[in-house]
T-cell receptor, first 113, second 114 residues
Framework: AQSVTQLGSHVSVSEGALVLLRCNYS??????LFWYVQYPNQGLQLLLK??????LVKGINGFEAEFKKSETSFHLTKPSAHMSDAAEYFC???????????FGQGTELSVKP | DSGVTQTPKHLITATGQRVTLRCSPR?????VYWYQQSLDQGLQFLIQ???????AKGNILERFSAQQFPDLHSELNLSSLELGDSALYFC?????????????FGPGTRLLVL
């Protein structure tokens, strides 16, 4: 069985500060991992995905994530937060069988001026 | 814009009623997924179709059913609605339904059951 745990349902940072959103996964098979962002009243947009090609994955809007097998983690980072980054972020895992995404509970990111 | 369209955007109905949510996938995508997002359950996978055939099932209630038509659009039917069915329902699509593929999400249908 696969699962995802996002540590912290709410993270607040100042504009220009480092953004770190934590995600730990559990999977009995090599996982595919995804980060999605959801802006208010919108659908989910893919930020980046890990498909075993490289452990450091770069995504859109300056975000990146590092796959660490030993820590079963896939944390999302951005060096400098912008006000426009305020949104809810979801980490998701997908295994080799079936196409469904298993989502974490989400982390709401607030950015203070 | 992901290229996935969902209608209607909002739906308000009463308990016991039946509603149909519609999804059109991105051009060329053969696989469609339905997800439910609620405050207490979070984002939950409901069901997946590939080229008209059911491929995977998640925590979908027996009161819910779905299908994918020859033109690849999909419909999610919710019947005998209960207050707890109030949620945001997302449709997503991908090319062939393979695990490595990106799923592109529609804007969702917000269902309110009164």
């Amino acid at each position: 069985a696969q699962s995802v745990t996002q540590l912290g349902s709410h993270v607040s940072v100042s504009e220009g500060a480092l953004v770190l959103l934590r995600c730990n996964y559990s999977s009995s098979v090599p996982p595919y991992l995804f980060w999605y962002v959801q802006y208010p009243n919108q659908g989910l947009q893919l930020l980046l995905k890990y498909t075993s090609a490289a452990t450091l994955v770069k995504g859109i809007n300056g975000f990146e994530a590092e796959f660490k097998k030993s820590e079963t983690s896939f944390h999302l980072t951005k060096p400098s937060a912008h006000m426009s980054d305020a949104a809810e972020y979801f980490c998701a895992v997908r295994g080799n069988q079936g196409g469904k995404l298993i989502f974490g509970q989400g982390t709401e990111l607030s950015v203070k001026p | 814009d992901s290229g996935v369209t969902q209608t209607p955007k909002h739906l308000i109905t009463a308990t016991g009623q039946r509603v149909t949510l519609r999804c059109s996938p991105r051009s060329g995508d053969l696989s469609v997924y339905w997800y439910q997002q609620s405050l207490d359950q979070g984002l939950q996978f409901l069901i997946q179709y590939y080229n008209g055939e059911e491929r995977a099932k998640g925590n979908i209630l027996e009161r819910f059913s779905a299908q994918q038509f020859p033109d690849l659009h999909s419909e999610l039917n919710l019947s005998s609605l209960e207050l707890g069915d109030s949620a945001l329902y997302f449709c997503a699509s991908s090319l062939r339904g393979q695990p490595i593929e990106t799923q592109y999400f529609g804007p969702g249908t917000r269902l309110l059951v009164l």
